[in-house]
């Protein structure tokens, strides 16, 4: 395992989670895989689920709407509403829980991720700000932090590959 960055905080008082991650490969390539369904749906979800999208249109207003499916099928919707993009520096959405006809279920988390580059190691920042308590207390009983933690080491191991790939 590499030394790069890896801090996960949780501030209950104000339903805020912090995540920072370094990794090794460049800022276009680590936004272009939080960005672009092809390569999203690679990799975001703990194994061995796998993350399938429906739809997603990357843009100010857009929307990504899709499921994490579990080994026998079982599927845990989600909506992602984009409501700010800053190309390859920020990015911010709404994400809900939502049922298979896209039936939001309230409240929410509106996620801030920020994207930097030095010497060829990206850093992707996200702050996770809930609606509410309960949502918190819901995610991490859900397992939120070993989940998202996992999803992240896959990103790592998925850039090294696609990385390597476009140095032949």
């Given amino acids: ?19 920072d991650r370094a990794f090794n490969a460049g800022l276009s390539l680590v936004w272009d895989a939080f960005t672009k369904q092809e390569i999203l749906d690679q990799w975001w979800a703990p194994k ?9 249109d990357f843009k100010v207003g857009g929307r990504r709407f899709y499921a994490m ?8 919707w989600q909506i992602q509403d984009y409501t ?15 049922d298979k006809d896209e039936t939001p279920h309230l409240p ?6 920020n994207f930097s580059e030095q010497n060829g190691t990206t850093k992707v920042s996200i702050t996770i700000h809930n609606e509410s308590q309960e949502r918190l207390e819901k995610m991490l009983e859900m397992g939120f932090k070993e989940g998202f ?15 390597a790939a476009a140095d032949k």
């Fill in 1 to 19: 395992m590499n030394n790069l960055q890896f801090d996960f905080r949780v501030d209950k008082p104000t339903g805020t989670v912090y995540v």
């Fill in 48 to 56: 061995p689920w796998i993350s399938r999208t429906k739809f997603m």
């Fill in 69 to 76: 499916v579990s080994p026998e099928g079982q599927e845990s």
């Fill in 84 to 98: 700010s993009i800053s190309p390859k520096t920020n990015f911010k959405y709404l994400s809900v829980f939502a």
């Fill in 108 to 113: 929410g988390s509106n996620w801030d991720l």
């Fill in 149 to 163: 933690t996992m999803t992240l080491n896959e990103l790592a191991n998925l850039l090294l590959t696609l990385s």
